[in-house]
């Protein structure tokens, strides 16, 4: 059974840093596609970073690029997304998902992904 447990939520002044963190069980990270998704209260939920099969190929929503960073670890089969220069548009609920089953690991599309943590929070103060 495939488990994905994310941790490393928590809040923050705007500016500041946090890490996420994406425990998987029951399969391999490496040959997967990877993403980070998040949601803000009435919004819907967007893509932030999806890390391909290669484990090399990243992309990023154009929001975040330059300050969220998407990596993955594989003798600790763990997904991570650091984040740095927080700010209150960041706060949401952030997700990890796996395993793509139809389009691209970069097409950011939440339907496409068959596996999904049960989220962690992330506040950002200003």
């Known amino acids: 059974q495939v488990q994905l447990v994310p941790s490393g939520g928590g809040s923050v002044q705007a500016g500041g840093s946090l890490r996420l963190s994406c425990a998987a069980s029951?399969?391999?990270?490496?040959?997967?596609?990877m993403a980070w998704f998040r949601q803000a209260p009435g919004k819907e939920r967007e893509g932030v970073a999806s890390?391909?099969?290669?484990?090399?190929?990243?992309t990023y929503a154009a929001s975040v690029k330059g300050r969220f960073t998407i990596s993955r670890d594989s003798p600790k089969n763990t997904l991570y997304l650091q984040m740095n220069d927080l700010s209150p548009e960041d706060t949401a609920m952030y997700y990890c998902?796996?395993?793509?089953?139809?389009?691209?690991?970069?097409?950011?599309?939440?339907?496409?992904?068959?596996?999904w943590g049960q989220g962690t929070q992330v506040t950002v103060a200003s």
């Open positions: 029951g399969y391999r990270v490496t040959g997967y596609c």
């Open positions: 998902a796996a395993f793509l089953e139809r389009g691209l690991c970069s097409d950011f599309i939440p339907s496409n992904l068959r596996y």
């Open positions: 890390i391909r099969s290669d484990g090399i190929t990243t």
